[in-house]
């Protein structure tokens, strides 16, 4: 019998807790307060300035002057999607840098978009040569190459420039997941050659999930128009939802998420005030305040440090350590959040993550200091 007495249920009661995990990090108190702003419809001409500012800041934050630049309705994953799918036609060869969980998920994506999948992998926390990409291009070409910039499965950072040369060099297209390092460490689209570039809201921006950035430059947008077959993705298909983005008239395609793009502006307003250089030196001071703390504890880094994402870092676990009682009491007797690692990591590494309005000096001293009581 279904229930039809009132049901009451408790209003939301959660703990401001300490976000230092691999996300969500800690929405920047401007970030909630911008959305509780009312709710405007999705073509209100005031809700297309707010669109309109959303796109020339995410210009800056991803250093590029690529038009098709917008935030996707979604999670990083989604964004994710919106690369694999639009650029994906059945049949094409990609090729996949895995070396963490992230670069596999874009290799699971890519197959289901019926590409010729091929993948390199390292071992989880190391990284890609230009070398090895130069080889596994010549071995069998492809017409794009995916890779995860920062991995946050793993810790480590993968340089791009010269990588970016060599999948040019072959005329293929590059694909660089920043979900761990936009607006954290630098990514610049423009001087590496990005093709296609996409991040998240809740990881160095400090937004809410939900509102997803990425940008398709002049190479990628050409790909997209020659296409044959229709993206069979329709959510996330560029060439509808531009039209709403900038078309002449903007036409509905779906509705915003309205309060999380009010977030995400916010967030964005905030990277640019502080400045990009500003922000990603903050990144590595407080990632160098943490990393030395950790030695200091006699602990060590699962990355070598010339490798090392300054916004995840990944804690080997000693071995007579319990992992997971210490993450619970970390939760429980000091209200901060750190996560553990997973599939080849699992009980291994903690994963501590420093991204936006959590990278703070405060919160690495007193996670260090609960640490310390807890290995005590
Ligand atoms: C978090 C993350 C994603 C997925 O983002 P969601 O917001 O969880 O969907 C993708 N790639 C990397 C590198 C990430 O860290």
Redesign the pocket.
């Known amino acids: 019998m279904p229930q039809t007495e009132p049901i009451i249920y408790p209003e939301i009661k959660v703990p401001s807790r300490i976000l230092l995990g691999?996300?969500p990090s800690m929405a920047d108190p401007r970030v909630l307060k911008a959305m509780s702003t009312p709710l405007v419809g999705h073509l209100d001409p005031e809700f297309v300035k707010v669109m309109d500012g959303i796109q020339e800041l995410l210009r800056y934050v991803f250093q590029t002057e690529n038009a098709l630049t917008l935030p996707v309705s979604?999670?990083?994953?989604?964004?994710?999607e919106a690369a694999v799918a639009n650029l994906i036609e059945p049949g094409d060869a990609v090729l996949v840098c895995v070396n963490?969980y992230?670069g596999r998920?874009i290799a699971e994506m890519a197959e289901r978009y019926g590409a010729q999948v091929e993948i390199i992998t390292r071992p989880w926390g190391e990284i890609f040569s230009a070398e090895e990409v130069d080889a596994a291009l010549k071995a069998r070409p492809a017409q794009i190459v995916a890779i995860?910039?920062?991995?946050?499965?793993t810790g480590a950072l993968q340089p791009l420039d010269e990588i970016s040369r060599v999948v040019h060099q072959y005329g293929a297209l590059f694909v660089v997941?920043?979900?761990?390092s936009l607006g954290g460490l630098p990514v610049r689209v423009d001087e590496t050659g990005i093709d296609v570039c996409y991040s998240?809201?809740?990881?160095c921006l400090s937004a809410t999930?939900g509102a997803?950035p990425i940008t398709f430059g002049p190479r990628a947008v050409e790909k997209i128009d020659a296409r044959k077959t229709v993206v069979a993705n329709w959510y996330l298909d560029m060439s509808l939802l531009k039209n709403y983005w900038g078309g002449q008239p903007r036409t509905y395609h779906h509705t915003a998420p309205i309060s999380a793009y009010y977030g995400l502006y916010e967030a964005l307003r905030l990277a640019a005030e502080e400045g990009l250089e500003n922000r990603w030196a903050r990144h590595r001071k407080n990632a160098e305040m943490l990393w030395q703390g950790i030695e200091e504890l006699g602990l060590s880094m699962h990355v070598p440090l010339e490798n090392r994402i300054p916004s995840?870092t990944t804690v080997r676990i000693p071995k007579d350590v319990d992992d997971l009682s210490i993450r619970k009491a970390l939760l429980s007797e000091y209200n901060i959040e750190i996560s553990g690692g997973f599939a080849e990591l699992a009980g291994r590494v903690w994963r501590i993550g420093l991204m936006g309005y959590s990278s703070r000096a405060e919160n690495v001293l007193l996670l260090l200091a609960a640490l310390k009581k807890l290995l005590e």
Do not use: C, I, N, W
């Open positions: 691999p996300g979604g999670t990083g994953t989604a964004a994710m963490g992230f998920r995860v910039h920062a991995e946050t499965s997941d920043a979900v761990t998240g809201a809740q990881k999930p997803s995840l």
